[in-house]
């Protein structure tokens, strides 16, 4: 962003006007989720989170890729790691994050599995190019922000005739999970900051159902403290007059229509399925499945890796967090067991999960 303006979304001045301002509206506690992992460390490391009147509840939601990345699907990893002549491919972020029985994909590495950390897609088909006589995994989570540029490389592989290239796809649609958080009543949620990023792919109008069913508002909101103390007024406008909308504030960036070519492209080589959620567990239509024109380029069909359904690991409250029923703080393995450094579940170990966020920045 422009210095200038960047100046301007940080304005101490400003702040504590929209701060005062904020006060003034509340007509209660107002629970707000913010979905995104950026956003989750926007408000810590800008001081914003303890500067929020109590009444402010800040709730952070399972907007982390790494985060929702269910164990079953960690387990499903590590059966493809070590496999004879597969070189799994993976955002380092995922080489930490453990499966059903503690381990992962750095224990498998240790083992002897052939992990390569890549730092985007195209690099797994250049890993692939690279190693004809091998086939190589790429390991697909995130959310619609990543599904096109994954979809993408999947055409590159097909017009550069690299067969040796596959998927293991276990992407995330927001909207569904949306839908499951607000029909929690334990978490209470009143309102949302919705992720920037995935809003420029999809738009702001497959959020309507926040306000026209949940009676809920929700913003699209930019990552430094005026965006984020504007939307938090905004919420609580909308609220203290009764009414429910889903407002995009972050026009400098995002637009209120989706982005056609990234769209296309994510439908035609991937179709909606159901996922399984770390912490959500199972929702229809939330994830994302290659289609019968591509089916060859997937992991699950040609490893034949089958997903069951595994519990969580003993004493972690990631699922907990994630759907905003307790805070990292409150689960009794926080900053004893568990730690940055020996994470024992994946709110922990990504630098956008809430629990990391929680110990770096000293929260209690
Ligand atoms: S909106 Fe961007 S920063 Fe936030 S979770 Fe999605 S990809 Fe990450
Ligand atoms: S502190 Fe550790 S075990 Fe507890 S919820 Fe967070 S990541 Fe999971």
Redesign the pocket.
Known sequence: MHQTLLRQFRDPELCHTLLTRLRAELDGELRFMEVCGTHTVAIFQSGLRSLLPPQVVHLSGPGCPVCVTHESEVNAFLDLAGRPGVIVATFGDLMRVPGSRGRNLKSAQAEGARVAVVYSPPDALALARDNPGDTVVFLGVGFETTAPTVAGTVLMAREQGLSNFKVLAFHKLVPPALEVLLSDTEAGIDAFILPGHVSAVIGTEPYGFIASRFGKSATVTGFEPVDILESLLFLAQRRRQGRAEVKNLYRRVVSDTSNPRALEVMNRVFRPCDALWRGLGRIPDSGLEFTDEFEDVDAKRRYGLSIEECPPLP????GE?LRGRLR?DQ?P??KKA?TPAK??????VSTE?S?AAYYKYQVE
């Open positions: 004493g972690c409250k990631c967090v990292p689960c393995l926080f568990c994470p024992v579940g994946p709110c922990m999960g629990c």
